[in-house]
C-alpha cells in the first residue's frame, strides 16, 4: 500500500501524516535544491529522495520537520553530487556558469549606477562561491530559505547562538566578497576562508 | 549597486533581492500529483520498508524501544556513575591523589543532578575563538523547565546584532513570544490552533522530552554522561571567574570542564574544541548554575510576568518585525 496525498483519516496514520508532510513542504525542499544550483530535472530528484529518506525515518520526524527535511535534502545532495553521473553533469553546469562570470568579469564589472538585477545576481552567485560550503549554507538557508534563526539551525544541528555567531560571521565575508569583486581589487578565494 | 564600501547590511539586501526562486511562485506552479506519484513509487520500490499494518506494528514497537531504551540509557547513566565511582576509589587503594578525583568526580555528577520539576537556571558568558576570525563574546541568562512544556526563557544581556535586554520564550505547543527593551513591549502572536485530526497519536514522554527539552539541559545531560564514563579525571585547580575551581579533563577528548572547589562542586566553566577546529573553541563561564522549584519559580518562564508595564502586541506582522529587528544576525 503506497499513502495517498488525500490519504484521509480512515486509512493508514503514518501514510497520511506523511503525505500531509509532503503536500506542505515539497515545494520548500524542490526550492532548496534549485536554489543550490541544480537544474530542474536534478532537483526534483534530489526532492524525491529526501522524501523517500523522510518516508524511512518518518517515526523520528520532528514535529516541525521542514529544518529536518532540509538537512535530509543537504546530505542527499551532497551524494548526489558526488556520484559519476551527477558531477558529470554539474562539471558541465558550472564550466557553463564560469563561463559566462568569465565573460562578466572580462568586462569588468562596474556596478557604480547600474540596476541590472541580473549583473547583481551573477555577482552576487561569484561571491557566493569565494565562501566556504559552510558559510554559503548558513547564508541561504537563512536569506533565500528563509528559516528563522532557529530552525536553521536545527537544521544544521547546532544551537541557535551558534547559528548566530556563525551569520554574523558569513555575512561579514560575504560583504567583503563582495568588496573583494570590485575590478580594482583581485582577491583569491583563500582569502576569504 | 555593488561597490567597494559595500557594508553587511547592503550585501544581506542584496543577497535576498538575488534569490534565484520565488517559492509562491514555484508552488503555485507545482503539479503536485505528478510529484507524488514519483515519490509514491519510489517508496513503493523501496521493499524494505513497506508502509501499512506491519510499518503500524512496526511503529507500536518501535516506540516500545524508545522507552526501553531511555531507560537503558537512564540506568547506564547512574550505573556507570557508580562504577566510574567505584573504579576510581578501587584502583587508588591507598592514594590519596584518586580518591580526591573519586570524590570531585562523584560531587560533580551529583551538583548536575537536577531535582524533580525543576528550572535549571544558568548565567554564563560563552566566548568563540577561532584562528583567522574575530573573537567573540555573547552573555546570556538562561531559564530553562525541565520538564513539560519545556519552557525556556533567554535574556540576551549581549550578543552580536541583538538589543541588550532582549529576550524569548520557546516551548512544546506555544508560539515564541519575544520581549523588545527598547519599546516595552512583549510580541506573543496569537497562533492558530492546530487542527485536531482524527487517529492522530500523542508523542510519548520520551519523544516530547527528544524534540523538545532545551539546549543547555541536553547539555548538561551530555556532561554527565561524560563524568559517568570513567574517562573523568581531576587535572589540578586554577581560579575561574574569581573562585577556586578543580580542573577536570577526559581521556581522548580536549574538552576540559571546571567545578567549584568550594565543596559544591556547582560547574563554572566548560572549554570545548581548540581554535583551529571547525567551529573554534567555545568557553563558557557559568556565573551563575542552580536548579530551582519550578512551582515556586514560574513568573521566571513568562515574558509578562517579568515585564509587568510592558505592552503586549499580538499581533503576527509585528512579532516578524520585531524578530527582525532585534536578531538582526539571525
Known amino acids: ?193 | 549597486m555593488i561597490n567597494r564600501s559595500t557594508n553587511v547590511g547592503n550585501a544581506v539586501a542584496l543577497l535576498e533581492s538575488a534569490n534565484p526562486v520565488d517559492h509562491d511562485r514555484l508552488a503555485a506552479e507545482l503539479d503536485s500529483s505528478s510529484d507524488w506519484e514519483r515519490v509514491s513509487l519510489l517508496i513503493a520500490g523501496d521493499g524494505a520498508l513497506q508502509p501499512g499494518p506491519r510499518t503500524t506494528r512496526r511503529t507500536v514497537a518501535g516506540l516500545l524501544m524508545t522507552r526501553a531504551r531511555v531507560r537503558v540509557i537512564a540506568a547506564s547513566v547512574a550505573a556507570a556513575a557508580v562504577m566510574a565511582v567505584l573504579a576510581l576509589a578501587l584502583n587508588s587503594g591507598t592514594s590519596a591523589v584518586q580518591s580526591a578525583s573519586a570524590k570531585t568526580i562523584s560531587g560533580a555528577l551529583g551538583a548536575l543532578t537536577a531535582p524533580t520539576g525543576s528550572i535549571l537556571h544558568i548565567d554564563a558568558t560563552t566566548t568563540q575563538i577561532s584562528t583567522g576570525h574575530p573573537t567573540y563574546r555573547w552573555e546570556q541568562d538562561i531559564y530553562e523547565q525541565l520538564s513539560r512544556p519545556y519552557l525556556t526563557r533567554v535574556v540576551d544581556k549581549r550578543l552580536p546584532g541583538t538589543p541588550p535586554g532582549t529576550e524569548a520564550v520557546n516551548g512544546m505547543r506555544i508560539a515564541e513570544q519575544i520581549f523588545d527593551p527598547i519599546n516595552n513591549t512583549v510580541y506573543r502572536p496569537t497562533a492558530p490552533k492546530p487542527k485536531p485530526q482524527s487517529g492522530e497519536r500523542t508523542l510519548t514522554p520520551a519523544e516530547e522530552a527528544h524534540l523538545f527539552e532545551p539546549f543547555m539541559a541536553k547539555y548538561i545531560r551530555s556532561l554527565q554522561a561524560k563524568l559517568a564514563s570513567g574517562a573523568a579525571r581531576v587535572d589540578g585547580r586554577a581560579s575561574v571567574d574569581g573562585r577556586a575551581a578543580m580542573r577536570i579533563r577526559f581521556a581522548g577528548s580536549d574538552e576540559v570542564d571546571y567545578v567549584a572547589a568550594d565543596g559544591s562542586y556547582a560547574p563554572i566553566e566548560t572549554i570545548t574544541g581548540t581554535p583551529a577546529s571547525a567551529d573554534g573553541q567555545l568557553i563558557s563561564v557559568f556565573h551563575a548554575f542552580a536548579y530551582l522549584p519550578a512551582v515556586a519559580n514560574a513568573n521566571l518562564l513568562s515574558l509578562t510576568a517579568q515585564h509587568p508595564t510592558a505592552r503586549i502586541d499580538r499581533s503576527l506582522a509585528d512579532f516578524r518585525a520585531a524578530l527582525k529587528r532585534q536578531f538582526r544576525d539571525g
Open chain 1, 1 to 193: 500500500m503506497v499513502p495517498s496525498p488525500q490519504a484521509d483519516a480512515g486509512g493508514d496514520d503514518r501514510g497520511r501524516r506523511f503525505a500531509e508532510c509532503f503536500r506542505v513542504h515539497y515545494s520548500r525542499v524542490l526550492a532548496y535544491g534549485l536554489r543550490r544550483s541544480l537544474d530542474r530535472a536534478a532537483a526534483e530528484d534530489a526532492a524525491a529522495e529526501t522524501f523517500l529518506v523522510a518516508w524511512r525515518r518518518f517515526d523520528d520526524a520532528p514535529s516541525e520537520p521542514l529544518p529536518w527535511l532540509l538537512a535530509i535534502a543537504r546530505n542527499v545532495i551532497f551524494n548526489e553530487t558526488r556520484s559519476v553521473r551527477r558531477r558529470d553533469r554539474m562539471a558541465a553546469r558550472l564550466a557553463a556558469e564560469r563561463l559566462v562570470l568569465g565573460e562578466q568579469s572580462a568586462a569588468g564589472l562596474n556596478h557604480e549606477g547600474s540596476d541590472d538585477s541580473a549583473a547583481n545576481a551573477r555577482t552576487v552567485r561569484m561571491a557566493l562561491e569565494r565562501l566556504g560550503d559552510r558559510d554559503r549554507e548558513i547564508l541561504l538557508l537563512s536569506s533565500w530559505d528563509g528559516l528563522s534563526a532557529r530552525r536553521a539551525a536545527a537544521a544544521l544541528g547546532c544551537s541557535p547562538g551558534t547559528f548566530a555567531v556563525r551569520l554574523h560571521r558569513a555575512r561579514a565575508r560575504f560583504a567583503r566578497a563582495l568588496n573583494a569583486l570590485s575590478p580594482s581589487k583581485p582577491s583569491t578565494s583563500e582569502e576569504l576562508r
